[in-house]
Nanobody, 118 residues
Framework: QVQLEESGGGLVQAGRSLRLSCVAS??????MAWYRQAPGNPREWVAS???????AYADSVKGRFDISRDSAKNTLYLQMNNLEPADSAVYLC??????????????WGQGTQVTVFS
């Protein structure tokens, strides 16, 4: 079972930046993504990146966040710029579980807390 471990969260003032990292215990062949969940809210997709490097972003973070991955290091990143209080949440790393080219399940990390104050 692949383990995902996030880091890089913290308490930051609005307008500042944070960089989240997610290290996988093994190579993830499929796509990866960041989600977030604030108290009382459903889990929300933030950004994703395919194995080929194609990216997509939620409208709420487009132009401010940048997702990337370093396959050699089995690491996923999320560069978050111009943070807003509405970005406060637990950020979770996700990886597609793939077998013979087909997605068969999900890998999830435990999350890292991001709190943005004004």
């Amino acid at each position: 079972q692949v383990q995902l471990e996030e880091s890089g969260g913290g308490l930051v003032q609005a307008g500042r930046s944070l960089r989240l990292s997610c290290v996988a215990s093994e190579r993830i062949a499929g796509g990866m993504a960041w989600y977030r969940q604030a108290p009382g809210n459903p889990r929300e997709w933030v950004a994703s990146i395919t194995s080929g490097g194609a990216t997509a972003y939620a409208d709420s973070v487009k132009g401010r966040f940048d997702i990337s991955r370093d396959s050699a290091k089995n690491t996923l990143y999320l560069q978050m710029n111009n943070l807003e209080p509405a970005d406060s949440a637990v950020y979770l790393c996700h990886g597609d579980r793939v077998r013979l080219g087909r997605r068969i399940g999900d890998y999830w990390g435990q999350g890292t807390q991001v709190t943005v104050f004004s």
